[in-house]
């Protein structure tokens, strides 16, 4: 069986008009570069996924070697290191080529663009597959609606490269790609409606869990009434991903609900800088955990209870996958990653998007009917059950 040849139940029906000839066997030993255009911090989201990939890709048996902002020169600035990778992704493709030429290269968008634009496609090796890890006009779009509504400053600068060129260059990555990976259908949508993106070119694909987050044992649910509930937020506190309205949300939960707490994990920030969203009050009930390795996740959520996932957009939502593998209920907003995880009333709660008056109405049913909580922690925790990456 080909490489690629095993899809995804959202794939599309029709056959695929990729030249796959330059796919090898699995009898073969594929020459695979990854790129992604950040510090490659295994314990965040994109670069965390292609860590992951790497390592299933070598299970198999391939070679396998990933490109990062960390393999730029260290004297360049972060922000120079981003608007030059596809320069240096360029070079690096063009340097594999004259010693071990590469089956395939598996960019994020926007990393080869470059490189795209003087290669003649389906004459043979490499594949150039590109990957999102979350559409970046998604997440455009939400910035700039944030912006209107006076929650976030864009700075004059925000139009020239964010907003614009790396919009263009991610625009050409995907058109420009022997084969496309999203992660939901509204990016999907998007691609092509939009973006004139081949749809028989795109597949979609999903993130996974690493084995130690597989069958993790349930916690029982605390089923008398007033016993003490944990409810985690995890993930960068910023306004993108939807504190402004969680934070309001949460502060009505702890003032109605005193056998509640609350923990903030991966906020990113200083510990003060959160518990500056709340009365002084409600400060002993809340823990922050700034940063915190991946693998020590299970063991902080122990005896907790419910997953708030407020973002206002989201790719594919890895650490509401998490929560979930770690027996949380998840309350979550309408965004097309986590509507590809869950189902509403099955295993999580799902809420409109910027709406603090229902987030607070989720968690009030949850914490006063801990019949429906224990129900959605079971059934969250055996969804999660089917993502293990060497699955996905």
């Known amino acids: 069986m080909s490489t690629f040849s095993r899809l995804d139940a959202d794939s599309i029906d029709h056959p695929c008009c990729l030249n796959l000839a330059c796919v090898s066997t699995d009898a073969e030993r594929l020459r695979i570069l990854l790129t992604v255009h950040h510090v490659l911090d295994v314990d965040s989201g994109a670069p965390g996924a292609t860590h992951r990939l790497a390592d299933e890709y070598r299970k198999l048996g391939h070679d396998v070697a990933i490109f990062s902002l960390d393999d730029l020169p260290p004297r360049l600035p972060v922000k120079a290191k981003e608007l030059l990778f596809p320069l240096f992704v360029a070079f690096r493709i063009r340097s594999a080529q004259k010693s071990e030429p590469l089956h395939i290269v598996d960019a994020s968008t926007g990393d080869a663009w470059l490189w795209s634009l003087f290669r003649r496609r389906g004459t043979g090796r490499p594949l150039l597959v590109t990957r999102s890890h979350g559409l970046e006009h998604m997440a455009h779009f939400q910035r700039l609606e944030e912006s209107r509504r006076g929650h976030l400053h864009l700075s004059w600068k925000y139009p020239l490269y ?214 959605l922690r079971r059934n969250a925790h055996a969804a999660a059950q089917g993502y293990r990456w060497s699955t996905v």
Do not use: W
Request: aromatic share 6%.
């Open 162 to 375: 964010r907003g614009g060129l790396h919009l263009a260059e991610v625009s050409c990555s995907l058109r420009r790609a022997d084969l496309v990976l999203l992660l939901n259908r509204q990016d999907r949508a998007y691609a092509t409606d939009r973006l004139a993106v081949d749809l028989r070119r795109i597949r979609l694909v999903a993130h996974g869990l690493p084995d130690e987050f597989i069958g993790l044992p349930l916690e029982p649910t605390p089923l008398e009434r007033g016993s003490e509930i944990a409810i985690a937020q995890i993930g960068t506190y910023d306004v993108y991903k939807g504190t402004r309205y969680s934070a309001r949300a949460l502060m009505s939960t702890l003032e109605s609900h005193p056998e509640a707490r609350v923990s903030f994990l991966g906020a990113g920030c200083p510990t003060e800088r959160v518990l500056s969203d709340f009365p002084a009050s409600f400060h002993s009930r809340i823990r922050v955990v700034p940063r915190y390795q991946r693998s020590r996740l299970p063991a902080l959520l122990a005896g907790h209870q419910i997953k708030l996932f407020p973002t206002l957009s989201e790719g594919f939502g890895l650490a509401l996958l998490e929560a979930m593998a770690c027996g949380l209920a998840p309350v979550v907003t309408s965004t097309p990653g986590p509507l590809r995880i869950v189902r509403s009333e099955r295993d999580a709660l799902v809420v409109p998007t910027r709406d603090s008056d229902a987030i607070v109405r989720a968690l009030h049913r949850l914490i006063t009917d801990r019949t429906l909580l224990d129900r």
